[in-house]
């Protein structure tokens, strides 16, 4: 499997999770407009992390030492044990700890505690996220990316009729509740395909704890939880400000932008999720790290800058596309933060290789320096430059991330 096929699969599945993300925000903005969409986000932050938490934060583990132990079947036996119980243990505190504060949650992302239920529902879910996750993750550490991509189309497909129906049900609940079954959806499409893998063993589903398997995983949870958790609270409180500073309204054009960029590069994310870890992490020799580094580059970096240029030149019919005739103040947002997208994909292909090799002090240690400095970014430019400040911050910052995993990747690898 190369970079091409896998990005073939890949982009297949990421435009089914595309439309799904493109349905889930027109449906929010014609029900609610600009303030919905807003808070539509800070729900998704909170989907964020809880889905990651929901497995204990193993999934990129998992990927790593499935791609790592696959040939040797007793290592991988004791692995798997190991990474479904850690998966379900967490899963079931993280439920608890979200039905103990749904009421809280509720008034503080939403606003209203007429979505507590929301929150209790999707705190029961966490168990079924969990296994979804642990699924999904087994079959991407095999490189089976055919299969992956077919249980995230039908699971996307779904989605969408849910969120289409519910909408007409429950309006703007029926939307957001429709997110969260979405998730569960993945366990009903995904058990079944893996279950007809050539790979699958009934020994897969079995839980057993084993201590030095569920330390590798420990490291791995520290990085993922890290990476997974910092950015929907740092967004959270990034709306916050931008709220407290400019209203609701302003929220939703900066949220609409910040969806935008998500959406396409959903593309080159999950091309890079699918193939390069397990790939990184299954290669030992650091010149062929580096040669998989340098082809990474000469695949994807071309291909962000033509979709952010596209994207630009598109930008007020993808406005009008998306969201409404409502949304037009955004079309000023998108300059700066396009310029972000390039920079973050390239600081992202060199990032990965902290995780695949499993560097946790200095990974943990560089994702959060790098979102508090986005945050600070974020006070200071929003108030020299207005809403459009924000987006200078994610640029800037995603800048200085660039050079930090420049220097790592040298040291680690020589000179690239």
């Given amino acids: 499997m190369n970079i091409v096929r896998a990005g073939f699969y890949s982009s297949i599945a990421t435009a089914a999770r595309l439309l799904t993300g493109l349905v889930v925000i027109k449906l929010v903005a014609w029900l609610a407009g600009p303030e919905g969409v807003g808070r539509l986000g800070q729900f998704m932050s909170l989907m964020s992390l809880l889905a990651v938490l929901a497995g204990g934060g193993i999934g990129a583990g998992i ?50 505690v007429r979505y507590e239920s929301l929150i209790r529902i999707l705190a029961v879910a966490q168990l079924g996220i969990a296994l979804a996750n642990y699924i999904l993750a087994v079959i991407n550490g095999f490189m089976d990316v055919r299969r992956l991509a077919m249980i995230q189309v ?12 519910l909408s007409h049900w429950l309006h703007l609940y029926g939307v957001l509740l429709a997110l969260v079954v979405g998730q569960l959806l993945l366990l009903v499409v995904g058990l079944p395909a893996w279950r007809r893998s050539p790979y699958f063993q009934r020994s897969m589903l079995r839980m057993h704890f084993d201590r030095e398997m569920s330390l590798k995983l420990a490291a791995f949870s520290v990085m993922t939880l890290t990476s997974a958790l910092l950015p929907p609270l740092i967004n959270i409180a990034v709306r916050n400000h931008l709220a407290l500073q400019f209203g609701w309204s302003e ?50 970096l071309p291909a962000v800058v033509v979709l952010a240029l596209l994207v630009y030149a598109l930008r007020g019919w993808v406005t009008r596309l998306l969201f409404s005739a409502d949304f037009s103040a955004a079309n000023a947002l998108y300059g700066p933060q396009l310029i972000g997208d390039v920079i973050k994909i390239a600081s992202f292909m060199l ?52 050079v930090f995993n420049i220097v790592v990747a040298r040291r680690y690898l020589g000179a690239l």
């Fill in 63 to 112: 990927v790593k030492y499935v791609a790592e132990y696959r040939y040797d079947a007793q290592k991988l036996s004791r692995l798997l044990a190991a990474a479904l119980w850690y998966a379900l243990i967490a899963s079931c505190l993280m439920g608890c700890a979200a039905l103990l504060l749904s009421r809280q949650l509720s008034l503080w992302l939403l606003g209203d």
């Fill in 251 to 300: 929220v939703g054009y900066w949220q609409a932008v910040s969806k935008v960029s998500d959406a396409y590069l959903l593309f080159l994310t999950t091309a890079i999720n699918i193939y390069y870890l397990p790939k990184l992490a299954s290669t030992h020799e650091r010149t062929s790290l580096a040669a998989e580094l340098r082809n990474a580059y000469r695949h994807l």
């Fill in 154 to 165: 039908l699971g996307s497909a779904l989605s969408v009729a849910m969120a289409v129906g």
């Fill in 351 to 402: 990032s990965y290789l902290m995780l695949a090799k499993a560097m946790t002090r200095l990974f943990v240690i560089s994702e959060c320096v790098f979102a508090l400095s986005y945050l600070a970014l974020v006070y200071v430019f929003t108030a020299s430059f207005g809403l459009i400040g924000a987006m200078y911050a994610f640029a800037v910052n995603y800048l200085f991330y660039l």
